[in-house]
């Protein structure tokens, strides 16, 4: 049923299947299936630079992509901005150095840096094994929230990068 009403509303879906094994009956429990669709997982948005921002309150949480860290490879150096810095859309934040090239991070809008992530200081790794959750670089109290208006969405940002290999 529930498959049916997303692809009617042209949504992406990932059936998934839960279940609890009891090991002493040697029997399944209960069990649970649930879907998540883009849209759930929707609300990051991408600049051309491969920074992505998810914003919750007027903060964003900002990070470099998948195909981002996919094309530097191996992280070895994080340079993250100073907190309470004003930084300007497309304008340097920082700096990621892997063990192909450097790279410089932009802020993918206007605003204050509230926090950086400290444990990219000591595993500056994580960019590449969880860069949209544990490799996020730093949060930014938007400024000028119009900005994010001019930012790609998941789909428009895959096809971009589709074009660019």
């Not at 907190?83 to 790279?103: F, M, P």
């Not at 400290?118 to 994580?126: D, G, S």
């Amino acid at each position: 049923m529930a498959s049916t009403v997303l692809r009617r509303l042209g949504l992406r879906y990932i059936k998934c299947r839960v279940s609890v094994f009891n090991v002493e009956t040697r029997s399944e429990k209960y069990t649970r299936n649930f879907v998540t669709t883009s849209r759930v997982l929707a609300g990051r948005l991408f600049t051309e630079k491969h920074e992505w921002i998810n914003v919750s309150d007027g903060v964003g949480t900002v990070g470099i992509s998948e195909y981002a860290q996919d094309k530097l490879g191996e992280v070895v150096y994080v340079q993250l901005p100073e907190t309470g810095i004003d930084v300007e859309a497309n304008g340097e934040a920082g700096c990621l150095e892997s063990v192909k090239a450097a790279s410089e991070i932009y802020s993918p809008v206007s605003g204050s840096i509230t926090e950086i992530n400290q444990v990219l200081a000591n595993t500056p790794n994580l960019i590449n094994d969880s860069p949209y959750e544990k490799g996020w670089l730093f949060k930014i109290k938007l400024s000028q929230p119009d900005e994010l208006k001019s930012l790609m969405d998941e789909d428009r940002y895959k096809k971009f990068t589709e074009s660019q290999d």
